[in-house]
């Protein structure tokens, strides 16, 4: 593991001001480990609602290149967010999706981490499968386990202190969410010792050498994803 810093930026999907899930995101700077800074990226609360033409037009807004300059320059994304309808609440869906267009897509090769808090019994837990599908085709490198999904939050969060509440036994929420910081940080290389950097390198050295086989253009008009190997 390596002792360096890793800045990692966290995304709220919650656009409440009294949000749950912002007071979870709020509290993972104390519970990180030593090595880890934590800070919110840019919002994403003013981005127009994603439209190709609009996107032809005008290019990408201001307010949606500065949350992709903010990925691509972190080590990783911590991402905090409620779960709507059984899955990914539509702002922070339409946030993935404008970043998604830009290139040097900034999630592909970037360690991500998923946390989520509901008052009701399931904690987001369909949602973050949702989210971690579109991860996939993003290529990011989505921590598997442990799974944060603070159920009945009400009784776990504190809205006062904005601090985890529930924090007396091994298997508490508080406990539960610094193990999963940890197990992030330990993603900063994977099981060969290889930096997740030189992962990133392979991706794009990989798509580089997709586009060359098939040529670039049609890659671009089938809007094809990288070759995985
Ligand atoms: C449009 C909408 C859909 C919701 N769907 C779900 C759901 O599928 N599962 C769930 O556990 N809670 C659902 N809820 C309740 C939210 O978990 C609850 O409002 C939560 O406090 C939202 O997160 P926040 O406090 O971070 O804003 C839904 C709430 C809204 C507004």
Redesign the pocket.
Known sequence: MSNTTLNIVSICG?L?K?????ILMEALPKLAPESMSITEAPPFRDFPLYDADLQNASGFPKEVKALADAIRAANGVIIVT?????SIPGALKNAIDWVSRIENQPFAGKPVALQS????P???A?MQYDLRRSMVFLDALTLNKPEIFIGYCADRLDAETRTISDDQTPDSSRNNSRLSLISFRRMDRDDTGLKKDSLATALRHNEERYKSRIGVETAKKKDLPPLLT
């Not at 009294?18 to 912002?22: D, E, L, T």
Request: proline share 10%.
């Open positions: 919650s409440r009294a949000s749950w899930n912002r409620p779960e709507y309808n059984f808090a509901a008052p009701g399931v904690g987001g369909r």
